[in-house]
């Protein structure tokens, strides 16, 4: 069962990259949700993981170059948000690698509670100075 579910009402940015990217990122948390929570093999687990991650890092990277060449002047804290989430995925991901935590559904739930709140919130901000 899906995590999250991209709708144009909830999440749409109406700036064609940022909304084709996330869709692919919740693609890929959907999996990685499903795998773990579905009992599958550890080592498909972390492959999924190690996927998901560095979307979300190229993803992250994508934005704020954009936002950079346009001069939107919410990159810098837009980064701080981005920096924070991405220090505690790379925190998961070496503590899983080294047999020291799991995925789990707090993860999961962690990680959909941060895009309900930062795409609203953050990425709508850009809309006009991105579109």
């Known amino acids: 069962m899906a995590l999250i579910t991209w709708t144009v009402e909830q999440y749409g940015t109406d700036v064609g990259f940022a909304d084709e990217e996330h869709q692919v990122l919740f693609g890929k948390l959907n999996k990685l949700y499903d795998l773990a929570t579905g009992g599958a093999d550890r080592s498909a687990i972390g492959d999924q993981l190690d996927d998901l991650i560095s979307y979300v890092v190229d993803h992250f990277a994508h934005e704020e170059r954009e936002m950079q060449a346009k001069g939107f002047s919410g990159l810098e804290g837009h980064k701080a948000e981005h920096d924070a989430l991405v220090a505690?995925?790379?925190?998961?991901?070496?503590?899983?690698?080294?047999?020291?935590?799991?995925?789990?559904?707090?993860?999961?739930?962690?990680?959909?509670?941060?895009?309900d709140s930062h795409i609203p919130t953050f990425d709508r901000a850009y809309t006009e100075a991105l579109r």
């Open 88 to 115: 505690t995925c790379a925190d998961l991901q070496k503590k899983f690698h080294a047999g020291e935590a799991e995925v789990t559904d707090e993860v999961g739930q962690m990680v959909k509670s941060w895009l």
